[in-house]
């Protein structure tokens, strides 16, 4: 059964350095999704994203964060200068035209120190 | 407001029991409802949606929604050991965003 897949599981980073969090949705889906939720709380939504371009973000998607779909198969989340507070799990997310279904990746959890 | 409250602490129950979770949601044009199954350390695992008033069964689970009052429930027939996660109300929002409830923790005891 497809599923979307993440890169990497796990990444510690120091404060101020840039991340990128990889994802490869199922490929026939065209709508695709970052959330993340900070240990212990709610799944929070950061980004929608179809036909190149973002279609939604929220409070938390600043300047600090973009997204990226580079190729056919790869959708990318770049924190530019990540802080303590971006330490959570980041799943990507993605969803075929017709259905209403997002189907979640297994999640990168990112460390910050 | 929160957009979607779930206010029940841990729910312990025995195996072989019914888990009954509870939803609220603020936004009364919401069409689509989604309950996630999360085990700890991992992502949301689809367990069923719900668009329509009444009820949905899709094997041991049920969903129940209700727009006039706003909620959405879901049972868990014959609890099972491997049903203990915590489970997650979603309501899609614009754009197709989910919004998340906290979740409720289901303990189902041997």
């Known amino acids: 059964e497809p599923e979307v897949t993440q890169t990497p599981s796990h990444q510690v980073t120091q404060m101020g350095q840039e991340v990128i969090l990889r994802c490869v949705p199922i490929?026939?889906?065209?709508?695709f999704y970052w959330y993340r939720q900070i240990l212990g709380q709610k799944v929070e939504f950061l980004v929608s994203f179809y036909n190149n371009e973002i279609s939604e973000k929220s409070e938390i998607f600043d300047d600090q964060f973009s997204v990226e779909r580079p190729d056919g198969s790869n959708f990318t989340l770049k924190i530019r200068s990540t802080k303590l507070e971006d330490s959570a799990m980041y799943f990507c997310a993605s969803r075929e035209g017709l259905r209403e279904t997002q189907y979640f990746g297994p999640g990168t959890r990112l460390l910050v120190l | 407001q929160k957009e979607v409250e779930q206010n029940s602490g841990p729910l312990s129950v025995p195996e072989g029991a019914i888990a009954s979770l509870n939803c609220t949601y603020s936004?009364?044009?919401?069409?689509?409802f989604f309950w996630y199954r999360q085990y700890s350390g991992k992502s949301p695992e689809l367990i069923m949606f719900?668009?329509?008033?009444g009820d949905k069964e899709d094997g041991r689970f049920t969903a129940q929604l209700n727009k006039a009052s706003q909620y959405v429930s879901l049972l868990i027939r014959d609890s099972q050991p491997s049903d203990s996660a915590t489970y997650l109300c979603?309501?899609?929002?614009?754009?197709?965003?989910?919004?998340f409830g906290k979740g409720n923790q289901v303990v189902v005891i041997p």
């Open positions: 979603a309501v899609k929002g614009g754009n197709n965003r989910l919004a």
């Open positions: 936004d009364r044009g919401s069409q689509s």
């Open positions: 719900i668009y329509s008033n």
């Open positions: 490929s026939n889906h065209l709508y």
